[in-house]
C-alpha cells in the first residue's frame, strides 16, 4: 500500500481512525501535527514557556520530549529514579542515552538519596505503591518545577491512557474524579506549577510507531510494582471497540472534554483538588472529597510547616511519608543498637 | 458447590458478580426478588396496574411476562408479528405456546394486515429496518395500550442492554439519548402511556438461566433484519470488563441513574421526546433535537390528523410511513394495469 500523504512511498503505519496510512517520514509530519493540534485546542503550551518534561524511560514521555524539541520548545526532561531494583537502572540508562543523543542532560531525583524510595516507604506507611509513588512524583514535579524555574510540567500521557481512565471514572460514576480530569490543569497559587498531556489527541500505538520509527530506546517493561489491571482491562475493553469502529477513542474524549459537558467542573477547582490530594488525579475506588489519610480536600490550602508545598493538614502528604519512613528507620537502628 | 443459600441442593447457577451460587428453586427467589427490587427502587408498577407485556418471542420478554404473573400483577401479552418471513412464525408459535400454557391468550397486531409489514417498510420508507420496527412498535404499544384500559406497558430490556445502550451513548455523548434514558418513562398528556423496564436490574445471564430452568421454550435467534452489530460490540467491551471485575455493570447503571447524576434531565422531558422522536428511545448514532425526517422534536406535541397520537408535525411518523407503502403499492398496482 501506498503513503496516502505524498502516494510515492510504502506506507510503513495504518491508521484506520484516521482512514490513513503513511510512510515513515509522512508519519512523522502526521504526529506531530496531532501533537500540535491538541496543544493549540486547548492551549497548553505558549512559545515562551519552559517545559520540564518527566521522562520514565518508556516510550510516551521520550517520544513527548522529542516531539517538543523538535517543535523548539525550551525543555529539559526530569527523571525520578523511584528505587526499584533493576528497572529503575534500565529506566534510567535509556533516559541518559536519549538525552544524551540530543546534547541533553536531564534532572535526576534520586528517591533513595531522598530518603523516600518507593518500595519502602509504601511498605513503612502500608500503602499501595501507586499510590505513593503519585504522591511523591507530584511533590518533584512542583519542587524542580519551581527551583529551575519552569513555567509548565509536560507528561506522556496518550489518548488510549486518557480515555481507559475516563472509562474507569465514568463505570464508577468518580464525580470528583471526572471533574479533574483533563490535560491541562493551570498553576494556581502556593507553588502548584501548570501540568499538561501534550500527547492527549495521540494513540499509544501511534506514539509506540513514532518512537520505533525515530529509533527511540525505550524501556517496554512494565513497572514491576504497578501491575494496573484494572486500566489494563478499560485499555482492552475499549481497544475492542476501537477495533471495530476506528476513531472511537478521540471521539469519546474529545466530547468529553466539551466545556459545555455537565460532567466537568472549572480546571481551576480541578487543579487545586489534585495538587493536595493524596490520589491526585489517578483514579481509585471509593475516592472522595477526602482523601484516604483523612486529608480533606476543599478550602483554600495553606503551605506545608515542614516544606512550603500546599496542603490542608499541618504537613503535606509528602513530608508525612517521608516522616514515616524516618520513624520506622529510627525504631529499626534502635532496635539493632 | 452447594447452594448458598439453602446450603443443600447443588448449585446450577453461578454468580460472581453477588458473590453467589444458587440451586434452582433458590434462583427462582433470588431473580424474582431482584425483579421486584427494581420494580420498588424506581416505583415502576403499582399493585393495582393493568400491564400490558410486550412479548417477542425471546427470552427476556417471555421471562419477564413469567415474573409479573408470579408477582400477581394484571397482565396481558401483546405480540406484534413484524411479517419477517419465517423468524415471525417461529416467535409467535413461542409466544402463543408460553402464554396457552399460562392459561392466556395474547394480543396479537399482524402488521402485514395493518398494511404496514416491516421489509415492505423499510424498503418503500428508505430506512433502515430497525428504525421502522421502532416508529411501528410503539405506535401499538400506546394504541393498544390506550384500546385495552392499560395503564403501563412493559418492555424486557435487560442489564446488558441498557448498560450497552449507555455505553454506546456516553461513548458518542448523545445527550439527547441520555436524557431519554430510563427503565420508567412516565405516562403523558396526548395517549403516552407509561413505559417501564422492570428486568433493568437483571443480566442477560441471570435471565436465560431463569428461562431455561424454568422450562420457557423461547427463540434464540436473533431478528434477521437486525443485525445490531453495535450493539453487539458494546455488550462485548462490557462483558470483558464484568468477567474480570464482577458487578461493574450494576454499579455503572445504577450511578447513572442517580437524580444527581447531571446527565440526566427530567423523566417527563425525557418520555415527551421519547414517544416522538422517530429514533425514539434507541441509539442512533448523529440523531439529535430533530429526527431524521425533519421532524422537530422541541415543544408540546399535538394529535396526528389521521390517527390522533401525539406528533410534533401534520400526521405522526407512524401514519406517514402506513402512507408510504399505500401509495407504493398503489404505483405498482397502477404500473400492472
Redesign the interface.
Known sequence: MKCKRCRRAEAAVDLPSHHAAFCPDCFFVFFRRQVKEGIRKLRLLAPEDRVLVCVSGGKDSLVLWDVLMEEGYETEGLYIDLGIDGYSDRSKERVLAYAASRGKTPIVVELAKEGIPIPETARCARMQECSVCGTVKRHFFNRVAAEGKFTVVATGHNLDDETARLLGN????QRDHLARQHPFLPETGGGLVRKVKPLWRVSEVETAAYGFLKGIDYVTEECPLSFD??SL??K???S??EE??PG?RI??YQ??L?PS???RRTAVDAAQADAVSPQGGEPAAGAGPMGEDGEEIRGTPRACASCGAPTFAETCSYCRLRERVRQRRERRAGGRG
Not at 465514568?170 to 460514576?173: F, S, Y
Open positions: 465514568l463505570l464508577h460514576w489491571a484494572t482491562v478499560y482492552e475493553s475499549l475492542l471497540i471495530k469502529m472511537t471521539v469519546f466530547g468529553f466539551e459537558n455537565p460532567l
